[in-house]
């Protein structure tokens, strides 16, 4: 077991600009989430695959956010036209069906 | 949708010490609480769960409570350790359908342990 791994750590862009954070779930591990946390707060949901299907997105996830996981393994999370607001921790997490989430260490993106 | 409240959000005990964090949560739907301990810059682990089918559930140092009429549940720490400073955190999620990994979290807890 080599846990969630996410790319990058740490990410500082100007606003406007476009990122892509990339998650590598537990390989056997066939659902995969992503959250946000803001400092101070608790994980947010904002959307989860189930294989390659995403099957949730939160309202939190504007039309500037996708998520792809193209093969049903690694996931990637796009923000476009990046504003200040979007400055947070992105985590991902993974589990097996009707088990518990195991989360990576995350990307801390900071919009400046 | 769920809310989650969390208490307190600061936390302070000597070690050797107990140390309670109680949550309550909103939806009667919910069904499945777990707890999870961030370290600074570091993602949420897991450090256990419950189910509302059971009321109550321990592991070594650590238990948990759940009370679905009342819908609060809470975190036990006893015989606390310097390594036990983190932020706490609760969760709910109703599992049914497809929903099961989206949990609603608490604020956190800030528990800090004096040697």
């Known amino acids: 077991d080599t846990g969630v791994s996410q790319d990058p750590r740490h990410k500082i862009t100007k606003r406007g600009q476009n990122v892509t954070f990339r998650c590598d779930p537990i390989?056997?591990?066939?659902?995969l989430y992503w959250y946000r946390q803001t400092l101070g707060q608790g994980p947010e949901f904002l959307t989860y695959f189930q294989n390659e299907a995403q099957l949730e997105k939160s309202r939190l996830l504007s039309d500037r956010f996708s998520a792809e996981r193209p093969k049903g393994s690694f996931s990637t999370l796009e923000i476009q036209r990046t504003e200040q607001g979007d400055s947070a921790m992105y985590l991902c997490?993974?589990?097996?069906?009707?088990?518990?989430?195991?989360f990576g260490n995350g990307t801390r993106l900071t919009v400046t | 949708g769920e809310n989650v409240e969390q208490h307190p959000s600061t936390l302070s005990v000597q070690e050797g010490d107990s140390a309670v964090i109680k949550c309550t949560y909103s939806?009667?739907?919910?069904?499945?609480f777990p707890w999870y301990k961030q370290e600074l810059g570091k993602g949420p682990q897991l450090i256990i769960d419950i189910r509302s089918n059971v009321g109550e559930k321990k592991d070594q140092r650590i238990a948990v409570t759940l009370n679905k009429t009342a819908k609060h549940f809470s975190l036990h720490i006893t015989e606390t350790q310097p390594e036990d400073s983190a932020v706490y955190f609760c969760a709910a999620s109703d599992t049914g359908g497809t929903s099961y990994g989206k949990l609603t979290f608490g604020q956190g807890t800030i528990l800090t342990v004096h040697p």
């Open positions: 390989s056997e591990h066939n659902r």
């Open positions: 939806d009667s739907a919910s069904n499945y």
């Open positions: 997490a993974s589990s097996p069906p009707g088990r518990p989430l195991h």
